[in-house]
């Protein structure tokens, strides 16, 4: 089931890795992000991917459950 987090969820996970719920194209980019999940780096990149929810359905979260 698909979570949405609030803002403070990826502020809160500065420095540390999350992962995607799923893989959301088949790109290079994508399926390494997918099966190695990303960094996030500072404050504006945790705003970028709390907005990447809504604008673009990418959702995140803590483990990497399942690999398609
Ligand atoms: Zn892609």
Do not use: P, S
Request: with cysteine; aromatic share 10%; proline share 0%.
């Amino acid at each position: 089931m698909i979570k949405i987090h609030d803002k403070q969820w990826f502020i809160d996970r500065i420095g540390k890795r999350i992962y995607r719920e799923k893989n959301v194209c088949n790109c290079e980019v994508c399926t390494t992000v997918h099966k190695e999940g990303l960094i996030i780096t500072d404050e504006q990149h945790a705003n970028y991917l709390y907005d990447c929810q809504e604008l673009d359905l990418i959702y995140y979260e803590n483990t990497n459950r399942k690999i398609c």
